[in-house]
């Protein structure tokens, strides 16, 4: 099952029909530029915060900023329809989100 693309939800779809929403490169048995680039903005953050705050411990990031959500069908792709009810995508730390960055290249 994947997203089945613009008003048509979620969807079974046999892998020969299949066709990525976005754009995956075709070069698995390399090192992912995505990732690299993840893991290189998270260690540059961890040192800045560190050096220019003091600050060593995870520290929450919401997506958007706090007190301003994804507002409900407010998506170009799906407008009027997603995302359903305003959204906050909120990870533990800079760690979480290099994680969630290196791993989004493969959610096609």
């Known amino acids: 099952t994947t997203y089945g693309g613009p008003y048509q939800g979620v969807q079974t779809i046999d892998a020969t029909d299949f066709e990525a929403f976005q754009r995956v490169m075709p070069h698995s048995e390399y090192p992912s530029g995505s990732g690299c680039i993840c893991l290189a903005g998270a260690e540059f953050s961890l040192k800045f915060v560190e050096e220019k705050f003091g600050r060593t411990e995870p ?13 409900q069908g407010s998506s170009a792709i799906e407008p009027g329809v997603t995302p359903a009810q305003d959204l906050f995508v909120t990870l533990a730390s800079l760690e979480e989100m290099n994680e969630v960055c290196g791993e989004s290249r493969l959610w096609g």
């Open 59 to 71: 520290t929450p990031i919401s997506i958007p900023r706090p007190g301003s959500p994804f507002t």
